[in-house]
């Protein structure tokens, strides 16, 4: 059983930034997959950023250009760094790891982007 821990989050104003960590109690060199989702109020639960085992990473184009996703393995943590933030990011942003095909999400932490 994997567990997933997110921390990072809170109220930021726009055009501010915020680290957001997941870290994770088993290896993640292991993980094929990981990444972090979000979802706004009454919307759907939507990819953000991915990375793979080799490195590869991907965003959606919404963030673009200001989010980056990156994975320490050494320390079992994969980060979003946020930054120009925008009201429309807000967002509860959930950590997802996928080990052997199984995915595993995290609990879930809370931004805010408000002035």
């Known amino acids: 059983q994997v567990q997933l821990v997110e921390s990072g989050g809170g109220l930021v104003q726009p055009g501010g930034s915020l680290r957001l960590s997941c870290a994770a109690s088993?290896?993640?060199?292991?993980?094929?997959?990981m990444g972090w989702y979000r979802q706004a109020p009454g919307k759907q639960r939507e990819l953000v950023a991915a990375?793979?085992?080799?490195?590869?990473?991907n965003v959606v184009d919404s963030v673009k250009g200001r989010f980056t996703i990156s994975r320490d393995n050494a320390k079992n943590t994969v980060s979003l760094q946020m930054n120009s933030l925008k009201p429309e990011d807000t967002a509860i942003y959930y950590c997802n790891a996928v080990y052997s095909g199984w995915p595993y999400w995290g609990q879930g932490i809370q931004v805010t982007v408000s002035s």
């Open positions: 990375i793979d085992s080799g490195g590869s990473t």
């Open positions: 088993g290896s993640i060199f292991s993980a094929s997959f």
